[in-house]
């Protein structure tokens, strides 16, 4: 299983008997995905930042 790096977490527990349908999985993955994005943006935001500072 993937580990959101950023977040330095897993879900624990969420092993492949949890998910019951085809649906479950994917939400799983979309929290990964989404995790992902608010990473990119919270580091683009972090370089922007640092960039403008004198």
């Known amino acids: ?3 959101p790096i950023c977040i330095g977490v897993s879900p624990d527990g969420l ?3 949890a998910f019951q349908t085809d649906q479950d999985i994917r939400a799983y993955w979309r929290g990964y ?3 992902g994005v608010v990473c ?3 580091l683009i935001i972090e ?3 640092i960039h403008l500072l004198p």
Do not use: S, T
Request: proline letters at 7%; aromatic letters at 6%.
């Open 33 to 35: 995905a989404l995790a």
């Open 47 to 49: 370089l922007v930042a």
């Open 1 to 3: 299983m993937p580990i």
């Open 40 to 42: 990119a943006v919270l």
């Open 15 to 17: 092993w492949l008997e």
